[in-house]
């Protein structure tokens, strides 16, 4: 069995959030060890390959629960944990508290939060700042333009053009400041890794640029984008985004 330095077991069963995961992680400049979806391939995986950190899904469908498993990764050697979850099981966490683990992420995590226990995780210590932003420091400056299928041709889009950004059924809506708007099959949550930081997060369903924002009413929880536009606001993420605004009193 062999070690490599840093390798990151990612055990999750929605390719959703495995691809969220991985692609997070590759921004670390981390070698990945999966992501796989059972806890019979991770163990698999792991008798050729020991991580320095795993990333466990709490609610894996198939075969043992997540604590399960990372009680079968722990009885081979030591192994810090990091359980992501979107349960409510109260009994589940309390078992899954008893490891000890680094941290359980409850979903939807943020990218900055993954990144801080995963130093957390790997060095004893949480490097990055809490108010990192993707995009910020040393990252790659993401393009200014993204493609979106539509039928069989694949259009441009400025990202400077997108005022907001909302699920519609199981598609992502993006709209332009023209009005125009194309629909695509990316999650929520893996487009904004592909967006520059003047996104923010305003609702589950919701991002919003910055740049278009003309008002907001923190109470009535609304914001107001161009034409008639409005994007609900979250309480979960009512703060962050006062926090991104230059606000004057």
Same mark, same amino acid.
């Given at each position: 069995m062999t070690n490599p330095s840093a390798s990151i077991l990612v055990v999750e069963d929605s390719p959703a959030q495995a691809r969220l995961l991985g692609t997070c992680l590759t921004q670390l400049g981390l070698p990945l060890l999966g992501p796989t979806a059972t806890a019979a391939a991770a163990l698999a995986?792991? +008798? +050729?390959? =020991?991580?320095?950190?795993? %990333? %466990?899904?709490?609610?894996? /469908?198939?075969?043992?629960?997540?604590? *399960?498993?990372?009680?079968?990764?722990?009885?081979?050697?030591?192994?810090?944990? %990091?359980?992501?979850?979107? +349960?409510?099981?109260? /009994?589940?966490?309390?078992?899954? #508290?008893?490891?000890?683990?680094?941290?359980?992420? $409850?979903?939807?995590?943020?990218?900055?939060?993954?990144?801080? !226990?995963? *130093?957390?995780?790997?060095?004893?210590? @949480? &490097?990055? $700042?809490?108010?990192?932003?993707?995009? @910020?420091?040393? *990252?790659?400056? $993401?393009? $200014? =333009?993204?493609?979106? &299928? /539509? #039928?069989?041709?694949? !259009?441009?889009?400025?990202?400077?053009?997108i005022t907001c950004v909302h699920t519609e059924q199981k598609h992502a809506v993006l709209t332009l400041v023209s009005g125009r708007r194309h629909s695509v099959r990316t999650p929520l949550a893996e487009l904004l890794l592909s967006l520059p930081d003047t996104f923010v997060q305003v609702h589950r369903s919701w991002l919003v640029n910055l740049n278009y924002i003309e008002y907001v009413d923190p109470v009535a929880g609304i914001v107001r984008l161009p034409g008639t536009l409005e994007a609900p606001l979250g309480r979960t993420y009512r703060d962050e985004l006062l926090r991104r605004l230059p606000l004057i009193s």
């Open positions: 995986l792991c +008798t +050729t390959v =020991w991580p320095a950190l795993a %990333i %466990i899904d709490l609610g894996l /469908e198939a075969g043992n629960d997540g604590v *399960e498993l990372a009680q079968q990764l722990r009885q081979q050697a030591p192994l810090p944990l %990091i359980f992501i979850s979107a +349960t409510d099981d109260t /009994e589940l966490l309390a078992r899954a #508290r008893a490891l000890q683990p680094v941290a359980i992420l $409850p979903k939807p995590f943020t990218i900055t939060s993954l990144r801080r !226990m995963v *130093e957390l995780g790997l060095y004893g210590q @949480a &490097r990055t $700042p809490l108010d990192w932003q993707p995009g @910020a420091g040393a *990252e790659p400056a $993401p393009s $200014p =333009w993204l493609f979106v &299928r /539509e #039928r069989d041709v694949l !259009m441009r889009l400025a990202l400077v053009d």
